[in-house]
């Protein structure tokens, strides 16, 4: 049987600070076996801020080594999706393999918010995990069922 690749998702956002290191960090924890995600930013800064660390942390999720990227360096065609998280337009993302994710963005907000954007990011993820579960299984034949003895 033919192992089947992970869909590789980039997550965009703005500084790719809090939003799409986050949404990276989910996706490579909970769906490593249908996806394998990065994450980028229109505008990155310079690192991850201390509140996504913590937000994270709580979750028994670690990221300390994980470090904002530019979106404009990559080649955006080569994901089987991308996913927008900043608001604005990608240059250069494929329409066809474009979702956007309408989330706040926590920047200068308190560590709460930080933590309902984290929690709705964690819930939008896993849905993306699980439709994929489901194509997935939907792509594998069908097993056959071992006949029962007097049936």
């Given at each position: ?98 979702r956007t994710w309408i ?32 194509q997935r299984a939907g ?13």
């Open positions: 049987m033919a192992t089947v690749r992970p869909v590789r998702v980039l997550f965009v956002c703005l500084g790719n600070a809090y939003r799409s290191q986050m949404a990276e960090a989910f996706a490579n924890n909970l769906g490593r076996d249908v996806l394998a995600a990065e994450s980028a930013g229109l505008t990155p800064v310079d690192r991850v801020p201390e509140t996504t660390l913590h937000v994270m942390w709580e979750k028994g999720i670690d990221i300390s080594a994980q470090f904002p990227k530019d979106a404009g360096g990559l080649d955006l065609k080569s994901y089987g999706l991308v996913v927008n998280m900043a608001g604005l337009s990608i240059p250069g993302a494929p329409p066809a393999n474009t989330v706040p963005d926590p920047v200068w907000a308190s560590e709460r918010v930080a933590r309902e954007v984290r929690d709705e990011i964690e819930s939008l993820v896993m849905g993306l995990i699980l439709e994929l579960r489901k792509e594998e034949k069908p097993r056959l069922r071992p006949k029962l003895r007097g049936v």
